[in-house]
């Protein structure tokens, strides 16, 4: 059975940094990784999917890595804002039913201060 | 604008009652699901359906019933059964996987309440 752990769990930085949030899964068969981002009391927002064949996927000030054989993935935010304060999580899609099974992590809860 | 719309945004349940909750896409995705979300846990997979008139169990399909008659919808029934029906649940909807990747659209969720 597929686990998702994010680390950390909960995050303070000031405005203008870098930071880099992990993810690691333990079943490596997977097709996909995709993170979210979800406000508080709000459905989920798609930001990145990387598909297992690639490395790394980029969108903006996001880069989100995926090392497949070792079961871990890092989303990298650059130049950190107060509107990048939400909870963000990994998903990594499994091969069942069509391959769109997501197992999810708890999140890492991110603030980002003026 | 193309996208998912889940209501009501709040719900309350009273004991030995069913509700139903409705999910509503416009996105021509051949796949709908719907995910439980409680404190300090991940999101969890209820059920699935990739296609029209046929659907699967997720990880916690005990307590809950779906139908999928129309592409276009896919709601969920909390049933009596289901001991511990408070959470925020989500629905999402996706092309099917198929070869490709895709990535899934949520709603804006229905928080379920226990009067």
């Known amino acids: 059975k597929q686990e998702v752990t994010q680390i950390p769990a909960a995050l303070s930085v000031p405005e203008g940094e870098n930071l880099v949030l992990n993810c690691s899964f333990t079943d490596s068969a997977i097709y996909n990784l995709q993170w979210f981002r979800q406000d508080p009391g709000k459905g989920l927002t798609s930001l990145l999917l990387i598909q297992s064949s690639q490395r790394e996927q980029t969108s903006g000030r996001l880069n989100a890595s995926l090392d497949k054989s070792s079961g871990r993935s890092t989303l990298y935010i650059a130049a950190s804002q107060p509107g990048d304060s939400a909870t963000y999580l990994c998903a990594p899609g499994g091969v069942t039913g069509g391959g769109n099974k997501l197992t999810f992590g708890t999140g890492t809860q991110l603030k980002v201060e003026l | 604008d193309g996208g998912i719309t889940q209501s009501p945004k709040y719900l309350f349940r009273k004991e030995g009652q069913n509700v139903t909750l409705s999910c509503e896409q416009n996105l021509n995705h051949d796949a709908m699901y719907w995910y439980r979300q409680d404190p300090g846990q991940g999101l969890r997979l209820i059920y699935y359906?990739?296609?029209?008139?046929?659907?699967q169990k997720g990880d916690i399909a005990e307590g809950y019933s779906v139908s999928r008659e129309k592409k276009e919808s896919f709601p969920l029934t909390v049933t009596s059964a289901q001991k511990n029906p408070t959470a925020f649940y989500l629905c999402a909807s996706s092309i099917p996987h198929r070869g490709s990747n895709q990535p899934q659209h949520f709603g804006d969720g229905t928080r379920l309440s226990i009067l």
């Open positions: 359906s990739q296609i029209v008139n046929d659907f």
